[in-house]
């Protein structure tokens, strides 16, 4: 069960890490939650219930339910002691749903770290694009504003850049355009009283 986790950590980690920030965190994950069953053979994790995914300073994952996919290299599962123990899968898929909540810690410019929160009904993270998909009142936060959508959000991790399907809203932080002239004048809106 314990070598079970291990490869679930590497999952979860692979979903948002780039290489040599997720060699040295892996070992920090913490996974929980209340009911889970892992099918080795067919690389399928199912964990439902209070499901809690932390590692520090990377990336906070909350849900009702996770699953996800991991298809094993046949070869390498044979020579470990439980097929899927070695980890020699990498992520196919991963879908969040029930109340989602996503924090994560991406590099920023000049050595600071960006915070991105992301909530919706369902979280669907496909690792051949690196796209994460929010849905059922999907939001997402970043330092500069929010983004708020009634169909689709859909976070692109690899180019960091967002877009919607569906009417949306952008809130900024007036301080994003504080060097715009248009932005950076006097107004002439009525007192209020």
């Known amino acids: 069960m314990i070598r079970s986790l ?8 692979t979903l ?10 892996q070992d920090r994950i913490q996974l929980t939650a209340t009911n889970a069953v892992l099918e080795f053979q067919e690389g399928v994790y199912h964990l439902w ?35 899927g123990a070695g980890g020699s899968g990498r992520l196919q898929s991963l879908v969040a749903t029930g109340h989602v909540q996503i924090q994560f810690f ?11 929160h992301a909530s919706g009904d369902k979280a669907e993270y496909g690792a051949a694009d690196e796209v994460l998909i929010l849905t059922g009142n999907p939001r997402i936060e970043t330092g500069s504003g929010t983004m708020v959508g009634t169909e689709a959000l859909i976070y692109d991790l690899k180019s960091r850049s967002m877009r919607n399907r569906g009417p949306y ?10 060097n715009s002239v248009l932005f950076n004048r006097g107004t002439n809106a009525p007192k209020s009283r």
């Open 6 to 13: 291990h490869v679930l950590r590497w999952v979860l980690l």
């Open 16 to 25: 948002l890490v780039a290489g040599p920030v997720r060699a040295q965190l």
């Open 49 to 83: 219930d209070h499901v809690r995914v932390e590692s520090s300073g990377v990336l906070t994952l909350t849900c009702d339910d996770l699953r996800a996919v991991l298809p094993q290299d046949k070869a390498a599962a044979a020579a470990t002691v439980a097929p």
């Open 106 to 116: 991406q590099a920023g410019a000049g050595g600071t770290t960006n915070v991105v």
């Open 169 to 178: 809203r952008i809130e900024l932080r007036s301080d994003v355009l504080r």
